[in-house]
């Protein structure tokens, strides 16, 4: 580029130089060759100085300042991982919107197979049962029942069978490997769903925190919950969700830990957008 450019320049110079002379009445047989052979580095060293000085300044600065922004927006990949309540959820999106990625929760995915499941009057810890609701319509992916406590309960239990997870796999790795990047959330996404991501955030909150902020929900919605069974049903999901053979809840290796029990909404997205910055900045 650099040399392509002042190859530019150079015949740039020796044009305006052979029309000015030409200009002021002169012959080819007047023109002094052998004096121009003289000028021809000269012209050479102006054509390199004015590259690097009225380029070198501006556009290759620009063009510096592009390829970081592009570096840090091109198929950046963001895993976000956490136990339910942490905060994981309203986390990724605010990262989605600050990198401008497109996001999807794979908690949503286990949701509607469970949900699939209890439609069918299935058996969501029968293996074969959760197998044959895989293939739910997408259409079920909006449905509000969805997020209810009680999805989420039935979503835990079909997570453990391997086929299903095996199942899943495909759309999730489809969307991590969209052109322009991504950001995903769930329990195994990077340790198993995208362990080369760029930045990982591991999302916990105690599991009293995250029982009081469902409680909150809940009664924020007119209903009227038991703190205690609410408590009692996220210890218990965060044991199964944990505790299962296949790609068990963890923090990956090279994951960074948030821990949002003490945090705002807001400071703990401020915090994660940090911690996210640190990484892409020395990758
Ligand atoms: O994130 P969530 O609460 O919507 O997830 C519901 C359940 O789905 C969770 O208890 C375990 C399961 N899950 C999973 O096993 N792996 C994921 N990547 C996401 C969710």
Redo the contacts with the bound molecule.
């Keep these: 580029m650099f040399w392509r450019n002042v190859w530019i320049n150079f015949a740039a110079i020796l044009f305006v130089g052979l029309c000015l002379s030409l200009y002021d009445g002169a012959q080819w047989n007047d023109i002094n060759w052998p004096l121009i052979r003289f000028v021809l580095p000269f012209a050479l060293l102006v054509a390199m100085l004015i590259e690097i000085r009225w380029r070198g300044g501006s556009f290759y600065r620009e063009k510096r300042l592009k390829e970081k922004a592009d570096k840090e927006r091109s198929a950046m990949i963001i895993a976000v ?1 956490g ?3 942490s905060g ?2 309203t986390i990724a999106r605010a990262l989605a919107q600050e990198f401008g990625l497109p996001y999807l ?7 509607a197979v ?1 949900y699939a499941v209890a439609r069918a009057c299935g058996d969501p810890d029968k293996e074969s049962d959760a197998l044959a609701a895989c293939g739910f319509d997408d259409a079920l992916l909006d449905l509000p029942d969805l ?1 209810s406590e009680t ?3 039935l ?2 239990r ?3 069978h391997p086929a299903v ?1 095996e199942a899943l796999l495909e759309r ?1 790795l489809a969307f991590k490997n969209q052109i322009g990047g991504a950001v ?6 990077g340790t ?2 995208a362990p080369e991501a760029d930045a990982k955030l591991f999302v916990t909150a105690s599991a009293e925190a995250r029982a009081t902020r469902r409680f909150n929900e809940m009664q924020a919605k007119g209903e009227q919950p038991s703190f205690d069974n609410m408590l009692a049903d996220i210890i218990k ?1 965060d044991a ?2 944990s505790g ?1 053979a296949a ?1 068990p ?1 963890k923090p990956a290796q090279d994951a960074d830990l948030l821990d949002t029990s003490e945090m705002t909404i807001a400071a703990a997205v401020r915090q994660a957008i940090m911690l996210v910055r640190d990484r892409i900045e020395g990758r």
């Design positions: 991982d136990p339910s309540a994981k959820g929760d794979t908690g949503l995915l286990y949701r469970g997020r999805t989420g309960g979503a835990s079909v997570s453990v997870r999730q995903l959330d769930g329990r195994d996404i198993v769903i999901r199964r969700d299962r790609a809840l």
